[in-house]
């Protein structure tokens, strides 16, 4: 297609009939203190310059040797498969489909993501994917709000922090109220959050409560008692969930969740220094109408003749308009398509043998840790594959370990200022025992 | 010749209708706007018990070539919704008038009738 630059007449009508004189009048909204003056745009380089300047800024990141970080995001075997799938040019955009019918490919591989995530979760639907764990959270608690009229949220302090963070951006516009049910963190505590806080918390006028499974410190919350306090007061309960872990744990949709949120980076996804994810929404039937984001459908065409298209577009905003269940009407087709690639890859069996490693390799460098009288589990509840550890002088020696190249987990003091002197630990399949007994030698010599 | 409407129902120009029995109204859309809207797929009904304010929006009608908001033909509080329309909403197409009314509401302000039209001039209105 030939490119038709504007000259300098076509400006000159355009300007004119919008009533400006110039391009710089259209921004004189913006007040001049914040306008760029000048560009500093390097000079044009050769593809070996280029090439020569990536690889210098490739080698500034910081791999480390060894790595107990997850907190939300988790390194997983990603199998070849994936790549190759993903690679082919006739899926290789990002982007949602427009014009969405003639790729019937594509919305192909859209609706097996959907089926794929309604049997992980247990739920009636699922979206066509959104970008990532932290905004289909987000999304999912206006979508509570939506569905009882109600504005205020409940949500525990054992759900991710930057999630939460995420819910408040979202929920500071329509000004939504959301009130924090304190998870139980002292000493010798569960780590859990109570279905008495919760209902302590929740009255008639909270759309829903926002709990995660496993939590924050890998803890197994009470998800249906969760559910229970929520449905007393006419909320809903938006679960929070890790796939991976799904092929171990109760489904949401058999504990009473009448929205699932994930990241669904643990299929198939690698680690990238946050991205491109991929978030996971799920919902009952009874409330697609007020679910965000794409939804693909199966169908018949007019010879009988399987097909898919876009269905239920009127929630969304080219149609909707300022009323759509979102302003968000697209999906991460891609990562979608990494998820739904790696799922069928490893299948039911895979997916739970992923999780079962995980889970041992977790009680491995736990009980590592604490056989050698190094530090020892800060919560009692049962846990997944990640596990809160208390370590006297946790911060000098997190920082000596990562000199190392040993990465000790996440820090929790950060996030939960009553947390001082204690890591969140992750393992997964990938963790090698050699790893583990390395860490905890190494922690050992690093009084 | 142009369409007929039912004489004893007021109507707004935003096409809908509403029939007054004593204190209650009972609020639809027109046989013109559910032909304008063609196949009607889907219907937001009010909660029974909320309060609804005239021409202002109080549920959304979904049809397979668009979504439109609903405009309260009067003010009131929502006593009882068409709950038939949830499962076959396509009432709205067959039987606009009767069985395709969408909710009833407890008037609050009778005068507000005055701000409606009669058969007459809506037939007017939807054929120009």
Known sequence: MAYSPHTDADRERMLSA?????????????????????????????????????????????????????????????????????GRSEFSTSYTPYQPEVSQGTLQSIYEFQSLICELTGMEVASA?????????????????????????????????????VVETYCSGPGIEVVIVPADLRPGGSGLTGPDAAAQVLDAGFACLVAQQPNFFGGIEPMRELADAAHAVGAQLVA??????????????????????????????PLSYGGPYVGLMAARMESVRQMPGRLVGATSDARGRKGYVLTLQA??????????????CTNQALCALAATTYLTAV???????????????????AAAIEAAGLGKRRFSAPYFAEVAVQLPDAARRHALLAQQGIVAGLLLEFEYPELGDTVLLAATELTRDEEIDAFVAALGATP | MPPMYPDDLRYSREHEWVRVDGSQATIGITSFAADELGDIVFVELPDVGSRVTQFAT??????????????????????????ALRQSPELLNSDPFTAGWIARVTISDAGELDALLDSAAYAELTAG
């Open chain 1, 129 to 165: 994917s959104h970008y990532d764990g932290a905004t289909a959270t987000a999304e999912a608690a206006l979508m509570a709000c939506r569905l009882t009229h109600r504005d205020r949220i409940a949500v525990s302090s054992a759900v991710n922090p930057q999630v939460r963070r």
């Open chain 1, 240 to 269: 929070v969930v890790e796939p991976t872990s799904l092929a171990l744990l109760e489904a949401p949709g058999d504990y009473g969740a009448d929205i699932v949120a994930a990241e669904g980076q643990p299929l198939g996804i």
């Open chain 1, 347 to 365: 299948g039911p069996a895979g997916l739970r043998e992923v999780a079962d490693l995980s889970m041992i390799q977790a009680r491995h460098l």
């Open chain 2, 58 to 83: 109080f549920g959304v009608v979904e049809s397979v070539k668009a979504v439109s908001d609903l405009y309260a033909p009067i003010s009131g509080l929502v006593s009882e919704v068409n709950e």
């Open chain 1, 315 to 328: 929630r969304e905003q080219h149609i909707r308009r300022e009323k759509a269940a979102s302003n968000i």
């Open chain 1, 18 to 86: 919008v009533g400006v004189t110039s391009i710089d009048d259209l921004f004189a909204d913006i007040p001049a203190s914040v306008r760029a003056t000048r560009f500093e745009v390097p000079p044009p380089l050769t593809e070996q310059e280029v090439r020569a300047e990536l690889m210098r800024l490739a080698g500034r990141n910081a791999l480390p040797r060894i790595s107990f970080l997850g907190a939300g995001a988790y390194r997983h075997l990603v199998p070849s498969v994936v790549g190759e799938v993903i």
